[in-house]
Nanobody, 129 residues
Framework: VQLQAYGGGLVQAGESLRLSCAAS????????IGWFRQAPGKEREGVSC????????YYADSVKGRFTISSDVAKNTVHLQMDSLKPEDTAVYYC???????????????????????WGKGTLVTVSS
């Protein structure tokens, strides 16, 4: 069972990247999937997550209007389209799975009392100015 995050890279401010999170060994049908990021010297930050049951999505204020999360259940993959990237988006991005969308949203807002079912290894996004 694993989550694999990929798609990171080095881009200039204003450009776009698409991150993907692929699952193996379990079905996305039963989980909400989210993206977190952590910049050097900073705490982990919730970015976005999506419900597998109804496609409802959550976005942090810092990315709202620039990032779009989507789910391809048939391919067991979640994408994070990141447009208009800023240097402050530079971070290692991690995807995670949780059985409860509401608790995943709470975790994104800073409630760390809930635990993720699975974490993927991070992918580095670097945005130069």
């Amino acid at each position: 069972v694993q989550l694999q995050a990929y798609g990171g890279g080095l881009v200039q401010a204003g450009e776009s990247l698409r991150l993907s999170c692929a699952a193996s060994g379990f079905s996305f049908d039963d989980y909400a999937i989210g993206w977190f990021r952590q910049a050097p010297g900073k705490e982990r930050e919730g970015v976005s997550c999506i419900s597998s049951t109804d496609g409802m999505a959550y976005y942090a204020d810092s990315v709202k209007g620039r990032f779009t999360i989507s789910s391809d259940v048939a391919k067991n993959t979640v994408h994070l389209q990141m447009d208009s990237l800023k240097p402050e988006d530079t971070a290692v991005y991690y995807c995670a799975a949780h059985r409860n969308f509401g608790l995943l949203v709470a975790s994104m807002r800073g409630d760390y009392t809930t635990s993720m079912a699975y974490w993927g290894k991070g992918t580095l996004v670097t945005v130069s100015s």
